[in-house]
């Protein structure tokens, strides 16, 4: 892609280069488009800006969602939240979005990284079907490794069995 972006851009400036005559087009505003090229004839064209993690987190306000027990199942109360974050996926396509699927400590090691990994497809499947692309999102699942409190009770089990966005600072271009 971007060799066919060069390779335009160079026929471009040949091409602008040859012309002797200028013409007045009303209307018209100069861009400056062609200001990117170096005096080596060299298109230099600007990346993409990778948003980092905040930006995301301050953009739709929670980075995480919640499930039930033993359940892989979106609820209804993150349909909102993953709605939000399907949009800024989208408006942001050069980002890459890992899911964390995350299990509370009940259960088995090997159960709770299966588990964690159906929320985290779970999610992005929801994700997929409001028009992310798949190729941007990746999943993992940390089972009960990773608890995001301590303890065990309701509480604090409620509250480790989740899915996290993390945006990753590589792009995808």
């Not at 994700?127 to 798949?134: F, N, R």
């Not at 940390?142 to 065990?152: D, F, L, Q």
Request: charged share 20%; net charge negative; glycine share 6%.
């Amino acid at each position: 892609m971007r060799l066919r972006l060069l390779s335009v851009l160079a026929t471009i400036t040949l091409v602008t280069a040859c012309e002797s005559t200028t013409d007045t087009i009303s209307g018209v505003t100069d861009t400056g488009a062609m200001n990117n090229l170096s005096s080596g004839g060299h298109v230099t064209v600007p990346a993409p800006a990778v948003l980092s993690q905040g930006e995301f987190e301050r953009a739709v306000s929670q980075d995480r969602i919640f499930f039930d027990f033993d359940k892989s199942v979106v609820r209804s109360d993150a349909k909102l939240v993953l709605t939000r974050w399907a949009d800024w996926i989208k408006q942001h396509p050069q980002n890459l979005v890992t899911l964390e699927g995350h299990a509370d400590e009940r259960g088995t090691r090997e159960y709770n990284l299966a588990l964690g990994e159906k929320r985290a497809n779970a999610v992005k499947e929801f994700l997929v079907t409001q028009g992310v692309a798949p190729d941007q999102i990746t999943t993992l699942s940390y089972g009960k490794e990773r608890p995001a409190v301590p303890g065990t009770n309701e509480t604090a089990w409620a509250q480790n069995r989740r899915v996290i966005a993390i945006v990753s600072l590589e792009s995808m271009l």
